[in-house]
Every structure is written in structure tokens, then in C-alpha cells.
């Protein structure tokens, strides 16, 4: 059974730092390419970064220079490092493979209000 299970969000002021982690069961992490994603509120799914099996990694315009994206295969563990926050970060962060494959989780909430 897939499990992504994304955690370490939380309410942070203008310009500070988050951690996500997205901790996973059932899959093939050390191949699969493992993406983030956000939905604000109104708003469609965006992808936010990704990373690939070979530790390659791409980024959104709007994150990149402020978002790092790694992995640990051991762990079978995605993170996102955020910082610089914005209020226009401010979303319900998930993670997947890119193209989704699998059900989605619960999500983290990110919250950037002063």
C-alpha cells in the first residue's frame, strides 16, 4: 500500500524558513521522480519542484533561488526547504511522483501572514 504522508508545515512570518518533509512507503523511491506541489486557496495544484533519480532538480519560477529540493533514499524521504517565505507561498504543500501516480495525502499547510 502507497503512502505519502507530508509534514513540517506551519505558520511562519514574511521572510522566515520552513522544512517540509514528505516520508513515503510502498514505492520504489530510489527511482521515482518526486515532486512537490502546492494548492493555495481558489487556486489549481501547481508543481513547485522536483527531483529526479539522479538528483537532478527543476523549479518553479516563483520559488526558485528561495526553495531547495533534496532527497534521502535511505529514508525513502523527499524534503523542501523553504525559505524567504512570502505571503504568496502560503498553500497546502503535497508530494508525488511527476506525473502524479499515486493517491494523494493529507498535505501540510504553509501559512505566511505577519
Known amino acids: 500500500q502507497v503512502q505519502l504522508v507530508e509534514s513540517g508545515g506551519g505558520l511562519v512570518q514574511p521572510g522566515g524558513s520552513l522544512r517540509l518533509s514528505c516520508t513515503t512507503s510502498g514505492i520504489v523511491f530510489r527511482i521515482a521522480v518526486m515532486t512537490w506541489y502546492r494548492q493555495a486557496r481558489g487556486k489549481e495544484r501547481e508543481l513547485v519542484a522536483t527531483i529526479g533519480s539522479t538528483f537532478s532538480t527543476n523549479y518553479a519560477d516563483s520559488v526558485k533561488g528561495r526553495f531547495t529540493i533534496s532527497r534521502d533514499n535511505a529514508k525513502k524521504t523527499m524534503y523542501l526547504e523553504m525559505n524567504s517565505l512570502k505571503p504568496e507561498d502560503t498553500a497546502v504543500y503535497y508530494c508525488?511522483?511527476?506525473?502524479?501516480?499515486?493517491?494523494w495525502g493529507q498535505g501540510t499547510q504553509v501559512t505566511v501572514d505577519s
Open positions: 508525488n511522483t511527476d506525473p502524479p501516480e499515486w493517491e
